[in-house]
């Protein structure tokens, strides 16, 4: 069955056709590593991830690549704030970013490409680019002339009337001007020892060139997908397609895709507005990072959603009862090829997960199916939903692992019972309890285990 996808480069939903028969290779930008990853940031990072899952659904064999931004303006500023090295601050949110993942039943990426470590390739871009002319050197750094750029902005539909012969240096700035932008910025006192030796010039990669030359070095000149939260339309994305095929004289990348944003009253969830949410956040307040993923499915990925407590919370109920039910029903029951049809439609018409998801409501009520069906056809689902719906098993002695969201909620239940709060510690139990777990307050600490 086809798999159709938004093209923000075509702005209209395309058949997807790869660049190789039943394998698809995917480019995904990944976190700048200066602070812990908000909610609105795993938004993305569940996009993708469903993404891969969808094409594994349909039996692709994928490859998907992230990087790590582990050296820009931020990380810097970051590391001097706090007197630690850059290596030492971007390792430890590096591993929270990780952890995150997990929580989240976020799949690892098969490659995960640290910047700091692709130095190389991106200066033989550089010099490409120096060499091409499209570039050229000024007292601060390397830029690109975008006026010498083919199509430049294509992607975010730019108005190039507008454009300015300035040079910004900063990578993030607004639409209404686009500029040259740097793709190396020479040494300076800011930087302290982050400095790389460069035959045009010592100093460090701007944002843009990183991804540009990761993503070619992994996928080849052109890719299959690349795909980034809206925001990176412009500049990032606009200078990843100014940078590669200036160099390659290809096509960069076939399908572009976009997610939208989680706002916060209504407003971009975003660490310079001051109005983000950490996972952490979300457990303090007896969410599971999995009731989180499942409120995101019920969402489009290209629509914006506005966050609150309330409507996670209802996702959290919605989830526990699905597992609860899934529970009840014996194994051994074969998957529903009607409902597997509809299924397969609505995640292949460009991850329409919110259809997907009403679909496990629809076969639940429907009595023409068996109940061991319904669980085996469920479980099918859950392998693109990646909610572990029929992780517990169905007799206590099985039990080895407890699952991520209910040790979630045991941690919650510790703090709150910290704080003296037991109200929210009895609440968090109970809730522990109809996931089928107790927890076992003994002299040896707290534990949990099935009931
Ligand atoms: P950063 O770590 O800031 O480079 O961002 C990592 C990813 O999160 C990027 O793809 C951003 O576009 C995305 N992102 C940032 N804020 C939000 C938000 N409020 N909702 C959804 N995605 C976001
Ligand atoms: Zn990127």
Known sequence: ?????????????????????????????????????????????VMNDLLRRV???????????????????????????????????THQYENEFLA???SLHIHKPHKLLRATESIELMIALISSLLEKEIAYKADDGVYIHIDKVKEYGKLANLDLSKSSHERITNDEYDKENPRDFAVWKFHTSNDGDISWKAPFGD???????ECSAMAMNALGPTIDIHTGGQD??????????????????????RYWMHGAFIDMNDEKMAKSKGNVLKL???VEESISPLAYRYW??????????????????????????????????HEGGSVNVEYQGKFQAAINNDLDLPKAVALVWEILKDKKVADSDKRATIL?????????LGALPSTADEVEEIPVEVQALADAREEARKEKDWAKADALRNEIKERGFEVIDSEDGVRVRSQ
Not at 240 to 247: D, K, N, P, R, T
């Open 280 to 282: 952490e956040d979300l």
């Open 380 to 388: 099918d689902f859950d392998k693109v939903f990646g909610l572990d």
């Open 232 to 253: 990176l339309i412009f500049p990032h994305h606009t200078n990843e397609i100014a940078q590669s095929e200036s160099v390659t004289g290809k096509q960069y990348v």
């Open 203 to 209: 100093g460090r990669p701007g944002w843009h060139i």
């Open 1 to 45: 069955m086809e798999i159709r996808l938004y093209n923000t480069l075509s702005r209209v939903t395309e058949a997807f056709k790869p660049l190789k028969e039943r394998e698809v290779g995917m480019y995904h930008c990944g976190p700048t590593v200066y602070d812990t990853p908000h909610i609105g940031n795993y938004r993305t990072f």
């Open 296 to 329: 995101l499915l019920t969402a489009h990925y290209r629509s914006p959603i506005n966050f609150t407590f309330e409507a996670v919370l209802a996702a959290q109920t919605a989830l526990i009862r699905l597992i609860a039910t899934v529970r009840e029903y």
């Open 100 to 102: 995150g993942l997990d």
């Open 55 to 89: 094409f594994e659904y349909n039996t692709f064999k994928v490859t998907q690549v992230m990087n790590i931004t582990d050296v820009d303006d931020k990380t810097i500023r970051r590391s001097k704030e706090q007197g630690k090295s850059l290596t030492e601050l």
